[in-house]
Nanobody, 122 residues
Framework: QVQLVESGGGLVQPGGSLRLSCAAS????????MGWYRQAPGKEREMVAT???????VYADSVKGRFSISRDNAKKTVYLQLNNLKPEDTAVYYC????????????????WGQGTLVTVSS
């Protein structure tokens, strides 16, 4: 099986910064696109940022210029640097990885982490 474990969430004041990490483990043969998503209370889950294995990135308009996604392929880890945080960034942040693993029957399947809470409040 494959497991994604996020860390780095917490309470931060407006204008502050956080760095989220998500590490994949298990019988993994390959990871394609990795990404961060978030879900605020009462709202649907939305894409925040994604990064391909080649390093190409996509950001939601609401976080462009403030958030930065990166990955370490050797460590099977994706990061999200959150700067200039705003109260509207408050949400549970989830990572996702398109993963080829033992049991995925030769396909890259999306695997989700359990989420980490980011709260932006004064």
């Amino acid at each position: 099986q494959v497991q994604l474990v996020e860390s780095g969430g917490g309470l931060v004041q407006p204008g502050g910064s956080l760095r989220l990490s998500c590490a994949a483990s298990g019988s993994i043969f390959g990871i394609n696109t990795m990404g961060w998503y978030r879900q605020a209370p009462g709202k649907e889950r939305e894409m925040v940022a994604t990064i391909t294995i080649a390093g190409r990135t996509v950001y939601a308009d609401s976080v462009k210029g403030r958030f930065s996604i990166s990955r370490d392929n050797a460590k099977k880890t994706v990061y999200l640097q959150l700067n200039n945080l705003k109260p509207e960034d408050t949400a549970v942040y989830y990572c996702n990885a398109e993963t080829l693993y033992s049991g995925s029957w030769g396909r890259y399947l999306g695997v989700w982490g359990q989420g980490t809470l980011v709260t932006v409040s004064s």
